[in-house]
């Protein structure tokens, strides 16, 4: 576990695994695989539906060796102070898991953050603008590169905008004043172009 993850389980009051937090505004308890997908596809939609995109968010990587380099490019449509997350996660690692035993495969675990834990500020001033930023770690041995990826989300601030809550059985908590506008994934190493989605 990354250390910098207890400030984001306190953010969303996690107690225990498996949890899901979805756009950072809902909260889906631990059922059943099929029902806990739909409640995530419903959640996904009521965003979308309810908080258009703003942002689009293009992202590079280059790794040599243990360094690995991130080039973020997120176009925003409206000015606003937004905050933007750059994470590193891994994938197949094998662990013990509750339930499953001692070669359980775990995806998409967090690995580091190459920003503040909670995301570091992003102000844009002026409508339809583009920011930019390199983001530069080293990646220690015990991770497995190959089965890396980088993670990047924006979140905005609901503004004076009333907060969705209509999926039935998602808990919505007092989660903090934004949501996540955007996020685009890709393997280290690649580059996945701007998307607004």
């Not at 099929?34 to 009521?46: G, L, R, T």
């Not at 995109?53 to 590079?60: E, H, L, M, P, R």
């Not at 070669?103 to 583009?130: A, K, P």
Request: with cysteine; charged share 20%.
């Amino acid at each position: 576990m990354c250390n910098g993850l207890y400030p984001l389980a306190n953010r969303f009051s996690i107690e225990g695994y498996p949890s899901g937090i979805i756009d950072t505004r809902a909260y889906v308890q631990n059922y059943s695989s099929d029902y806990a997908s739909d409640m995530i596809k419903s959640v996904v939609e009521e965003t979308r539906s309810s908080y258009p995109a703003k942002t689009g968010i293009a992202v590079s990587s280059t790794v040599s060796g243990s360094q690995v380099t991130v080039d973020v490019d997120v176009h925003v449509k409206e000015a606003d102070e937004y905050t933007v997350s750059v994470f590193l996660l891994e994938d197949n690692i094998f662990a013990y898991q509750n339930g499953q035993g001692n070669n359980y495969e775990h995806d998409h675990v967090l690995r580091m953050s190459l920003t503040s834990i909670s995301g570091d500020d992003m102000t844009v001033v002026e409508d339809n603008s583009v920011w930019s930023k390199t983001y530069s770690a080293t990646i220690p041995s015990a991770y497995e590169i190959s089965n890396m990826k980088v993670l990047v989300f924006v979140e905005k601030p609901y503004g004076s905008r009333e907060k969705a809550s209509g999926v039935y059985n998602v808990i919505y908590g007092d989660y903090g004043s934004t949501y996540v506008d955007n996020a685009r994934s890709a393997a280290l190493g690649t580059t996945v172009e701007v998307e607004y989605e």
